[in-house]
């Protein structure tokens, strides 16, 4: 199939080309366009990957061959328009636009482009609390840290109980030398036939092939103790396909437009791989990722097939209605994970997509143009279960006391419905005021994350005032119940082995003290689990319940040569259940100026402030 | 800005700037003791807790030191961009093109990635042909 690919588009392209360039000679040059030999050049001091993340010409430095062409033709009713841009050996774009006869359309379009990813240094991983000398701290540590503990007079090997069973030092220097760079290619296909004894029908078909190839950078962590936060170059080998094709028909006031597409998502590059300590904090009970070396970080592959149906039917008094229909099905492989977890029904995980929408819109009178629409659509998960051999230990003093398979639930799985209206009032002949309201209502499977309910009201004054002057404002407001919660967060609050805060903070603690000693065979004694995370009761969001929402855009042009452009966006939110407050201002101008036929400017200033104000809830426990 | 300075010699030229600042403000009370009889403005090493070799107060933060935790996200960063260009027609059909580029990141504060300061130089020269 990847083969083909290749091979199809090529052979579409040289036929295509011969043909033009056959009917071009035939009747007389008709070709123009330009053709350059150049010579590119990048040299970079330092970092390059904030100053050349997104790379221009090259991402080493040095010289590349860099040759461009453009070439356009029209010829009756045909025309074909190629370019070829090349400035590097991965910065190149590539495009070809063929029309015959206006029966057959094909485009296609083929980029390399490079991107420096992020590389983090862990540095600030060794960050503890001072008074938090309980229970072995401190206890973060990253390769550097062991490396130095190691490098001491007298040798530190053991932190919090763990030992690392390779070279620390040389896994830093190693991974602090790793160049995190991913090359994307994409090459995309589209094509139309209108065949003249069928002149209401056009037939699509599009081909897209996308590659990212690379190395990007993978954290992990063990449980205490200690915790271990170390990094590794994960590859990326990644290939997306996509064919689709589909038609649209008009018969007579009917449009109808039927679309299919299947995509297929595949990582080939190594899943890396990193070694896990034995946990020796015995509150960390039972771990299914411990004393071993585990792959992590992987990226599922997976396949993608849809349908999309669209009618509209034009009726008399500028009246529309147009319906759609949707239905996809995605796939989600899991089948390289199948040794620390296993899905017992299949390997695989399936989502299903539907909806359905609807639209009305007519014109009522000379000023007032009116349009009604409603969707609903559902996220469905396929049920499975996932079973943990880790928790089938054959001693029963350490034997799991719940049960080793738990039922998946989904986050995912959801049915939402829209209802909107909106109206066009033209207030005079170059002023326009536009009403909308729209309401949402989600409803998800998982009842923890609850229902939200949107309710948005919009306005806006559109207005070519005279020939200088035009512009656009607008007014959004939302009102969100129960925007979608996070976990809940809060140490202890309302537990009655717990106290609050004698400094009247809020807070609630749990005195360790008051617990029997954590062992890793007593699961009641591991108070982690028991205890601490079952008694979280505060609510968290970092979503608003109420936003307010200002935009501005007026144009200023006294002639031809000269036009200003200010515009500004003012958004504030809040969501008081979690004393969360957020304003933003964005103001900007943008001139153009041009003199005289020779010389012209282009400027362009932009501000952008945000301020956030949110409590936090930061667990002042080992590290 | 693109200027055609004569009939054969078009210049272009561009700046960019940019200047971004984040700072974090740690609204913090003073938190609890988790060990009653410590007061925070004892040092450590006089509360009786003080712990020895590896585990010693001396190998990390002090409280001191924690409140500044929110100085961590303060960042900044200024980009610099500059570009010269033009092209000249040798004749109507024949003409040469060039530009060069300057570009200069400088990280004021920080952040986990290290230190990104860079500058890169970007040039190109080319010879056409028009038909």
């Given amino acids: ?623 | 800005m693109d200027y055609q300075a004569t009939e054969q010699l078009k210049l272009n030229a561009g700046f960019t700037y940019n200047n971004a600042k984040d700072r974090w403000d740690w609204k913090f009370s003073e938190r609890a003791p988790l060990y009653p009889q410590n007061d925070l403005s004892t040092p450590l090493a006089d509360t009786g807790i003080e712990a020895a070799g590896q585990y010693a107060s001396t190998n990390y933060d002090t409280w001191e030191m924690n409140n500044q935790i929110d100085s961590y996200s303060d960042l900044a960063y200024e980009q610099f961009q500059v570009t010269v260009g033009g092209t000249y027609n040798f004749t109507p059909s024949c003409y040469t093109t060039a530009s060069l580029t300057y570009d200069k990141f400088i990280s004021d504060e920080m952040y986990v990635y290290g230190d990104e300061d860079g500058t890169a130089y970007y040039g190109y020269l080319g010879f056409g042909y028009r038909f």
């Fill in chain 1, 1 to 623: 199939m990847k083969k083909s690919h290749y091979w199809l588009l090529a052979m579409l392209s040289v036929l295509t080309l011969m043909t033009i360039a056959t009917a071009a000679v035939a009747e007389e040059k008709s070709v123009s366009g330009h053709v350059e030999i150049g010579v590119s050049g990048m040299d970079t001091n330092d970092n390059p990957a904030r100053v050349n993340e997104y790379v221009n010409t090259r991402s080493e430095e040095g010289f590349s061959f860099a040759p461009k062409l453009f070439l356009e033709s029209q010829e009756g009713n045909s025309a074909f328009a190629l370019e070829i841009d090349v400035m590097g050996p991965r910065d190149q774009r590539h495009s070809l636009d063929v029309d015959a006869n206006r029966i057959f359309r094909l485009g296609i379009d083929y980029q390399v482009m490079e991107h420096w990813k992020d590389h983090e240094t862990l540095d600030q991983m060794g960050a503890t609390a001072r008074d938090d000398v309980g229970g072995s701290q401190p206890s973060v540590t990253t390769d550097k840290i062991f490396s130095d503990l190691a490098a001491l007079p007298t040798p530190v090997t053991a932190v919090g109980g763990g030992t690392l069973n390779y070279d620390a030092g040389e896994a830093y220097r190693q991974e602090l030398a790793n160049d995190y760079i991913v090359t994307r290619r994409e090459i995309k296909s589209e094509a139309d036939i209108t065949l003249p004894s069928l002149p209401n029908i056009t037939f699509h078909a599009g081909v897209r092939l996308e590659t990212r190839e690379g190395l990007e950078q993978a954290i992990g962590v063990t449980k205490c103790d200690n915790c271990h936060v170390s990094a590794t170059g994960k590859d990326i080998d990644e290939r997306t396909e996509e064919i689709g094709f589909g038609a649209t028909g008009k018969f007579g006031p009917v449009t109808v437009d039927y679309d299919y597409l299947a995509r297929t998502f595949s990582d080939g590059g190594a899943t890396p791989v990193r070694f896990f300590e034995d946990a020796g904090n015995p509150t960390a009970f039972n771990l299914l990722y411990e004393a071993g070396d585990y792959a992590f970080a992987r990226t599922p592959d997976s396949e993608k097939d849809s349908h999309s149906l669209k009618a509209r039917v034009d009726l008399p008094q500028n009246t529309s209605v147009t319906a759609s229909y949707v239905k996809s099905d995605v796939e989600s492989s899991k089948s390289d994970t199948q040794d620390e977890y296993l899905l017992l029904q299949g390997d695989t995980l399936n989502t299903e997509y539907e909806s359905f929408g609807g639209k009305v819109a007519t014109k009522l009178g000379d000023n007032l143009r009116l349009s009604l629409r409603g969707s609903m659509y559902e996220i469905d998960v396929d049920g499975n279960q996932v079973y943990f051999p880790a928790r089938e230990v054959t001693s029963a003093a350490a034997a799991w006391p719940g049960t080793a398979t738990d039922d998946l639930h989904s986050a995912e799985a959801r049915e939402v419905t829209e209802l909107g209206i909106d109206a066009v009032y033209r207030l005079a002949r170059a002023t326009t005021l536009r009403l909308g309201y729209e309401y949402e209502e989600v409803d998800r499977d998982e009842e923890e994350l609850g229902q939200t309910q949107t309710n948005t009201f919009q306005a806006s004054v559109k207005s070519r005032l005279n020939r200088q002057f035009s512009g656009n404002i607008s007014y959004k407001y939302q009102d969100i119940d129960e925007p979608l919660a996070g976990a809940h967060v809060g140490i202890a609050q309302g537990d009655s082995t717990a106290f609050q805060d004698p400094l009247g903070s809020g807070l609630w603690y749990y005195n360790t003290a008051d617990f029997a000693t954590p062992t890793a065979t007593d699961f009641t004694k591991t108070w982690y689990w028991t205890d601490v995370y079952p008694n979280r009761q505060l609510a968290s969001t970092n979503l608003a319940d109420k936003v307010h929402e200002a935009k501005l855009s007026t144009t200023w042009s006294p002639s031809t040569g000269m036009a200003a452009t200010l515009f500004a966006r003012v958004r504030i939110e809040e969501n008081d259940d979690v004393s969360y407050e957020q304003q933003t201002y964005v103001p900007g101008v943008s001139l153009y100026y041009a003199p005289n036929g020779k010389l012209n400017l282009t400027m362009a200033y932009t501000f952008n402030k945000q301020e956030t104000e949110n409590q936090m809830c930061v667990g002042w426990y080992h590290g």
